[in-house]
């Protein structure tokens, strides 16, 4: 239904909220922009451009200002004059001759409020001729000035060259040149109105430099579009009129996407689908980006494009994609931003001296790439993702690939025929009839095959019109079908989110008052159901302000509205789940592409061919005699009563068209009520529990608030350590595990990773903040190898590889806590970057409890910092960086492996020391021992210990947390037997100690024989004690079993029966865990209170060991030479073992029966087997478990539940047994 939209309204309901011009003063005269002169010093110091008053003044920068803006204020949206006016002309003035290129610019922006409400400014910049005489005299006095102290002081000619360099590039001669000054138009609306927008100013524009004058004063046409075009409902078109033609704009309705106008086709074709890919992946991991181009346009293009693909998320951070120069301080900025920045001709990426490199993505718009930050992670399907992608830019004609330079859609005046504009509305309202459209299309089909002729001397011909009315549609449906495909691939990744939402608080006020030290996700669950490839991505999303955000929403709707982004979302999930019959797993999903495409495709297309609304036309305006005069190619200066306020009486005011006039029914309050809302969707975001630094703040270029905006900053980095470091702990610790109830207390992984990752991030970014000297990318790196020059601290070479062992432990043990960064972490890898390199040593000084003072040490060299750094530096507030040093001192708390888990293709040099009983210590000389140590990634081979001694020292790969040792000897010597007490490791590298207990007899003759054990390790601490002595107490827990006291008291068969439930039970547990929260399988098997241990007590409950055997008994006695069961597989086993060349004892043997047993699925058979035996009555008594029916039962149906399970043995357990 078409109808004439209402007239004059608030402001919140208008099409444009201001009219602004910008330009030169001629009352004030030239000023030099300083600011744009240092951003440009910064940007050419090394490719060699002129800078400053270097330069000619023609191609210098000068201060512009707001010459007039209207109206003066509007509610709940001030004008900001400073901002805009530095947002309208980022480099200020621009003074042109009529040798230089005079071509109409056009470029937008966006300026948020306080209230997070965004606005959209779009500018059309063109040049004018100067006609104030004290301008054209400052100029010619500026270049002469110029030219004579250019000239070398020995030239001859003095100021005779001036006259000689007049006429050349860059010159001015008043005589001859005629000067022009940029001059900008803007219009500043609440929503994304690209098109429409950069039409009506081109237009605008259009009409001051024809040679006749518009039908109208211009005032008619800017009071309209300020006062009297309202912004189409929702779901609906609007026609409104500009100076030369119709404009049409639209706005989608409450069920879809919101609106984008930005030609996600353009970005697309300039970076490639590759790239916007991974810029994507970026952004939503909240680094920082940077763009990079001369186009300040295609800075916004690509900005809002991406911007626009993160439904329903929204950024949290600093969003400035065209940075002014003044504002080039920001980049300072300590937090994750999205910012542009302009290139200077001939300058190089190479020329700009950034602070932030470490997590930095830069893209280089012009160039077609992107730098992206090391240790990316793919985006979930990403193979998938660029296919569907593709295909849908190769259906609209675009390559995949990128790289090419798309030209915008053209904003001259549209028809100025009357019959052919007639023809186009009616067209566009449906009121055309069949046999009229018909003949419209043979026009349409006649002019693109004869090229058609223009109408008129201002106008187009037939066929560009159809083409660019055709142009625009394709790029609003492209754009809508590549939202789609984001779109559908948030709602496959996140589409049962809900189930993971934490309701904790009983009311908003007690949620608030505890946001921080509430968890209102549950990341671990959520995790568990991912696929295996999403995870790296999933993790660090997780951590995201942006995430966090989403999920607060959802929480706060228990109590308020629900945003409209989350309830659009949340109600396209529903409908998905409606029509998804399919219960895959989410694990094992497959990629399933967009299925709406075309059909959202179609409702923009409606809108677009059929004007729903139109607005008022403009009109005459009761203006004064004289006024509105055209001057071609001069904007005029406008009369500001008449645009000062709208006008609501007069005589247009009500004029509606009769065909096209508005049902009374559809005028409902409902739509104004809502649009305040439905203005903020796309960018509106709850700030309860994070400070947010406000845009006004940042745009403020004044002394005291430049100082605000770093304290801010600094305030910031505070807090985040804070935050970061207690998260940590509370991870680390398990609390949110119990909190949750989710059972033992324990962290995967991945999500420990995630969490020192983004530690790492934190510190890039607080050493990074207003740094003003670095080497290489990374700042923290930068400054450790400033103060490592600075104190004279520098490392040793590498040792060479004939370097005895006893010189390379005194090297390793020697190079304990330095900041500096030790000689292992600055050749343990030639591959590893700056950052790579300042990772590295994090996690090991991290790992090695050492981070905090290893920081604190860096930062005592105050002359260093102060010439590294630029006063307002983080690193220069003394209270705050105690404090932040504190933060990371709670770290100490708990332990962490991350250097050894990370880097794991690094060479570690170990030691590993013998403790013999002291008593009988003498023993160790008589024997010739030799270890192998296995640990998560592998072993370290055989090592033999030398003779006479009790330690050896060697350097192999990187073994991981270490699990196992072998600890064996040869038998030879005169009393070849010891009692090993146990066997300490020590990692030289990350400090930590692992205690492998034994107690036991290694010898032929005593205990159980053996001359080879696998011990069971325990990580004691990082930096454990020299001492070995002290180690010589009772095994702790998860050590070796020891042996086992003999009871046959019928009281404690109870409590062995509980001990296997709550091996087997753990074992059960351990599986079910995600594969990368899974703990030492083997600690669970043959560690203290393991199977082997459990089931061991379990059999020599009861057993008559006196009367039969009269010596020490074990279960291997037993089961292996008193026992002749006629069972085919158990035989099988017990000769495989006994047969095995590893003289392992008899505890080892049983220990390796049970391990196969158990991983063959045979050990829950063999156990009422044993208990059936005719031998078993005599070797066990009455009330001994093996004997009790009902017991044995229970426990074979407790083994039997472990069948369901893969297991898989250390090599150091199964070595030398062939089955």
């Not at 800017?222 to 639209?250: A, D, K, T, W």
């Not at 940077?290 to 295609?298: A, F, H, I, M, V």
């Not at 000769?1135 to 029966?1153: D, H, T, V, W, Y």
Request: one cysteine or more; charged letters at 20%; aromatic letters at 8%.
């Amino acid at each position: 239904m078409n109808g004439t939209a209402a007239a004059t309204g608030a402001a919140s309901c208008r099409f444009a909220h201001y009219f602004v011009v910008c330009g030169v003063d001629t009352e004030t005269g030239l000023e030099p922009d300083d600011l744009a002169a240092e951003c440009q010093l910064m940007q050419s110091s090394s490719s060699g451009e002129k800078t400053g008053f270097e330069q000619s003044p023609i191609r210098r920068s000068f201060k512009s200002k707001v010459l007039v803006h209207y109206p003066e204020n509007t509610d709940r949206n001030p004008f900001n004059k400073d901002a805009v006016n530095m947002l309208c002309m980022p480099r200020g003035l621009a003074f042109r001759t009529q040798a230089d290129s005079l071509e109409p610019q056009f470029h937008s922006f966006t300026i948020a409020s306080d209230d997070g409400t965004r606005s959209y400014g779009f500018v059309h910049t063109f040049y004018e001729e100067v006609t104030s005489a004290q301008i054209t005299t400052a100029m010619q006095t500026l270049f002469q000035m110029h030219h004579v102290d250019s000239l070398d002081e020995s030239d001859a000619e003095s100021l005779a060259g001036v006259s000689g360099c007049l006429g050349c590039a860059g010159s001015f001669d008043p005589a001859r040149d005629t000067l022009y000054v940029s001059k900008a138009l803007c219009l500043l609306t609440p929503l994304p109105f690209l098109q429409a927008a950069r039409q009506f100013l081109s237009q605008l524009h259009q009409a001051v430099t024809s040679h006749t004058a518009p039908p109208l004063p211009l005032e008619s046409y800017i009071h309209n579009i300020l006062y009297e075009v309202p912004l189409p409902p929702p779901g609906r078109s609007l026609r409104f009129h500009g100076v030369q033609g119709p404009i049409m704009c639209q706005r989608p309705g409450p069920d879809e996407l919101p609106l984008g106008d930005y030609p996600l086709g353009e970005a697309f074709s300039l970076l490639g689908v590759d790239n916007m890919v991974q810029l994507l992946t970026c952004v939503l991991l909240e680094m920082q980006v940077l763009l990079y181009s001369q186009d300040y346009q295609r800075l916004m293009t690509v900005a809002e494009g991406i911007n626009t693909l993160l439904f329903p998320f929204q950024w949290q951070h600093i969003y400035l994609p065209i940075l002014p120069a003044p504002l080039h301080h920001l980049l300072d900025a300590p937090v994750p931003f999205l910012m542009g920045i302009q290139r200077r001709d001939g300058t190089q990426r190479s020329s700009l001296h950034l602070p932030h490199e470490a997590n930095l993505c830069f893209v280089d718009i012009d160039n077609h790439c992107v730098e992206a930050p090391e240790d990316l992670p793919l985006f979930p399907d990403q193979t998938e993702l660029i296919q569907e992608l593709s295909e849908v830019l190769l259906r609209f004609g675009l390559p995949p690939q990128g790289g090419v330079m798309t030209k915008p859609v053209t904003t001259s005046p549209c028809l100025s025929s009357l019959v052919l504009e007639d023809l186009m509305e009616d067209r566009r309202n449906g009121n055309l009839g069949g046999e009229e459209l018909a003949v419209l299309e043979r026009l349409q089909a006649l002019a693109r095959r004869c090229g058609g002729r223009k109408l008129s001397d201002g106008g187009k011909t037939l066929g560009r019109v159809f083409e660019e009315e055709e142009e625009e549609l394709r790029s609003a449906k492209m754009n809508m079908q590549l939202r789609e495909v984001f779109a559908g691939r948030f709602a496959a990744m996140f589409g049962r989110y809900e189930e993971f939402v934490i309701h904790s608080a009983p009311d908003l006020d007690s949620w608030l008052s505890n946001r921080e030290g509430t968890f209102s996700f549950d990341k671990g669950s959520f995790l568990s159901v991912q696929p295996v490839t999403h995870l790296h991505f999933m993790s660090r999303f997780l951590e995201t302000a942006m995430f966090s955000s989403f999920v607060d929403g959802k929480v706060i709707s228990r109590w308020a509205d629900r945003e409209p982004l989350q309830q659009l979302f949340d109600s396209r999930l529903v409908r998905e789940r409606l029509y998804d019959t399919d219960d895959e797993d989410s694990r094992n999903c497959r990629y399933r592409k967009c299925t709406v495409l075309f059909e959202s495709a179609q409702a923009i297309e409606r809108r677009l061919l059929k004007a729903d609304h139109t607005a008022i036309h403009p009109h005459l305006l009761d203006m004064r005699i004289g006024q509105g005069r055209h001057q071609q190619g001069y904007f005029p200066k406008l009369q500001a009563d008449v645009l000062a306020q709208g006008q609501n009486t007069n005589k247009w005011s009500g004029r509606v068209t009769a065909s096209r006039r508005t049902d009374p029914k559809r005028s409902t309050p409902t739509e104004s009520s809502t649009l305040d809302n439905e203005q903020r969707q796309v960018h509106a975001h709850h700030t309860f529990w994070r400070k947010n630094l406000r845009q006004s703040k940042l745009l403020d270029l004044s002394p005291v608030a430049v100082t605000q905006t770093h304290r801010d900053f600094v305030d910031g980095l505070l807090r985040e350590c804070r935050l970061k470091t207690k998260r940590m702990l509370m991870e680390r610790m398990g609390k949110e595990s119990l909190e949750l109830g989710q059972g033992e207390a324990n962290i995967t992984g991945l999500q420990e990773n995630t969490l020192i990752h983004g530690l790492c991030d934190l510190l890039e970014r607080t050493w990074g903040h207003c740094l003003q000297l670095k080497q290489g990318k990374s700042a923290l790196w930068s400054h450790l190898l400033h103060y490592q020059a600075t104190e004279g601290k520098m490392e040793a070479p590498a040792e060479s590889p004939g370097q005895s062992t006893a010189t390379m432990r005194k090297d390793f043990r020697t190079c304990e806590p330095v900041c500096c960064p030790p000689r292992f972490v600055q050749t343990m890898s030639e591959s590893l970057s700056e950052v790579g390199r300042a990772r590295a040593w994090i996690h090991l000084a991290l790992e090695k409890k050492m981070l905090s003072q290893h920081l604190k040490e860096l930062l005592t060299n105050q002359e260093l910092l102060r010439q590294l750094y630029k006063p307002h530096a983080f690193l220069l507030c003394e209270e705050e960086r105690e404090q932040f040093l504190f933060h990371l001192l709670s770290l100490n708390t708990v332990d962490y492996l991350c250097f050894t888990r990370v880097f794991t293709s690094i060479s570690i040099p170990y030691r590993v020391v013998i403790m013999p009983m002291k008593k009988l210590s003498i023993a160790m000389a008589t024997v010739n021992p030799w270890v192998c140590v296995s640990g998560e990634l592998g072993d370290s081979g055989v090592r033999q210990i030398p003779k006479n001694t009790q330690e050896i020292f060697f350097q192999c790969k990187n073994l991981g947390r270490l699990s196992t040792l072998q600890l064996g000897q040869e038998n030879s010597g005169l009393l070849a037997k010891c009692l090993i007490d146990s066997v300490m490791v020590y990692n030289e590298i990350t400090g930590h100690t692992y205690r492998f207990p034994c107690g036991r007899w290694l010898g032929k003759g005593v205990g159980d024989g053996s001359l080879e054990r696998v011990l069971i390790g325990q990580l004691v601490s990082p930096g454990g004690e020299e001492d070995a002595g002290r180690w010589s107490g009772t095994p702790p827990e998860l050590a070796s079993p020891s042996q086992s006291v003999r009871t046959v008291l019928g009281s404690l068969g109870g409590r062995m029966q509980e001990e296997m439930r709550e091996a087997a039970n753990n074992l059960v547990k351990h599986f079910h865990k995600p594969e990368q929260e899974r703990g030492n399988l083997t600690v669970l098997l043959c560690g203290e209170g393991g199977l082997v241990l459990s089931l061991e007590k379990f059999l020599l409950h009861g057993m008559k060991s006196s009367r039969l055997f009269q010596r020490n008994v074990f279960v291997w006695d037993f089961v292996g030479k008193y026992w002749g069961l006629p069972c085919d597989s158990l035989c099988h086993y017990v000769n495989a073992i006994n047969a095995s060349p590893r003289n392992i004892g008899k505890e080892g043997k049983f220990q390796l029966l049970v391990c196969l047993g158990i991983r063959d699925r045979l050990l829950s058979q063999w156990l009422p087997l044993l208990a059936d035996c005719p031998l078993s009555a005599r070797t066990f008594e009455e009330g001994a478990l093996l004997r009790d029916r009902a017991a044995v039962q229970s426990l074979s149906r407790i083994l039997h539940t472990l069948h369901e399970f893969t297991i898989t043995l250390e090599t150091a357990l199964v070595k030398g047994v062939d089955l």
